[in-house]
């Protein structure tokens, strides 16, 4: 059973960054696609970003391409989301989770989520 614990999430003003780290344990992380979804108070939980179990193909949510970048560190059980650029509108919690269905970015395709972590990005 894979369980997954973020970490990172702040408070930052609109411009700036942050990193959010997902970090992998009980499963083989290295076999699995992952992703990152958020979700703002009032609001459905909404896709951000996807990546490949290698790190070779990702793919984003058109409101956070060219500001946000998935990655990945295989060797340390590791899932990253580095977000420049934040905008307000970016203020949610973020969740990782292993993909495991084929199609990217449904919610339903998506298990073994962690608990999240709170981004707050001031005007």
């Known amino acids: 059973q894979v369980q997954l614990v973020e970490s990172g999430g702040g408070l930052v003003q609109a411009g700036g960054s942050l990193r959010l780290t997902c970090g992998a344990s009980?499963?083989?992380?290295?076999?699995?696609?992952m992703g990152w979804f958020r979700q703002a108070p009032g609001k459905e939980r909404e896709f951000v970003a996807d990546?490949?179990?290698?790190?070779?193909?990702?793919y984003y949510a058109d409101s956070v391409k060219g500001r946000f970048t998935i990655s990945r560190d295989n060797a340390a059980n590791t899932l990253y989301l580095q977000m420049n650029s934040l905008k307000p509108e970016d203020t949610a919690v973020y969740y990782c989770?292993?993909?495991?269905?084929?199609?990217?970015?449904?919610?339903?395709?998506?298990?073994?989520w962690g608990q999240g972590t709170q981004v707050t990005v001031s005007s």
């Open positions: 989770a292993v993909r495991i269905g084929i199609t990217k970015a449904i919610m339903d395709e998506y298990d073994y």
């Open positions: 009980g499963g083989t992380f290295r076999s699995y696609a």
């Open positions: 990546i490949n179990w290698t790190g070779s193909t990702t």
